[in-house]
């Protein structure tokens, strides 16, 4: 026998056997991969269905708010409707409570044809 021959013969087994096991790992890997990404689809899926329907409902309370006429006295209501308070940026701060104040305390109208 020819120890170099055996060696060979042993090194592609070996080589081999690592292939087969790489091969399977990679299989196991992309079905893994292949599950994920209809997971990860499904739940951007669902997330943009509600983005969609939430908008629809706020732009059809918008339209409705808008086709509505403002009655007289309740101006600052509707200023205070269009106006996102819940945001809590500081550069906006001051114009909410601002608004949320004449929203409360309306100002009393002044000047020629005040009522």
Same mark, same amino acid.
């Given at each position: 026998? !020819?120890? =170099?021959? $055996?060696?060979?013969?042993?090194? /592609?087994?070996? $080589?081999?056997?690592?292939?087969?096991? *790489?091969?399977? @790992?990679?299989? %196991?890997?992309?079905?893994?991969?292949? &599950? !994920?990404?209809?997971?990860?689809?499904? *739940?951007? +899926? @669902?997330?943009? *269905?509600?983005? @969609?329907?939430?908008?629809?409902?706020?732009?059809?309370?918008?339209?409705?708010?808008?086709?509505?006429? =403002?009655?007289?006295?309740? %101006?600052? !209501?509707? $200023? &205070?409707?269009? =106006?996102?308070?819940?945001?809590? %940026?500081? +550069? =906006?701060?001051?114009? /909410?409570? $601002?608004?949320? +104040?004449?929203?409360?305390?309306?100002?009393?109208?002044?000047?020629?044809?005040?009522?």
């Amino acid at each position: 026998w !020819d120890p =170099v021959a $055996v060696w060979q013969a042993n090194f /592609k087994a070996l $080589v081999a056997q690592k292939e087969a096991a *790489e091969a399977a @790992k990679r299989k %196991e890997l992309r079905a893994q991969a292949q &599950a !994920d990404l209809a997971a990860f689809n499904a *739940e951007r +899926s @669902k997330m943009i *269905e509600g983005t @969609k329907h939430a908008n629809r409902t706020a732009e059809a309370a918008g339209k409705e708010a808008r086709e509505h006429p =403002v009655v007289h006295g309740r %101006e600052w !209501d509707r $200023v &205070a409707d269009l =106006v996102d308070v819940s945001t809590t %940026e500081p +550069s =906006v701060s001051r114009m /909410k409570s $601002v608004l949320i +104040s004449l929203k409360n305390a309306p100002p009393k109208p002044h000047g020629i044809g005040a009522h």
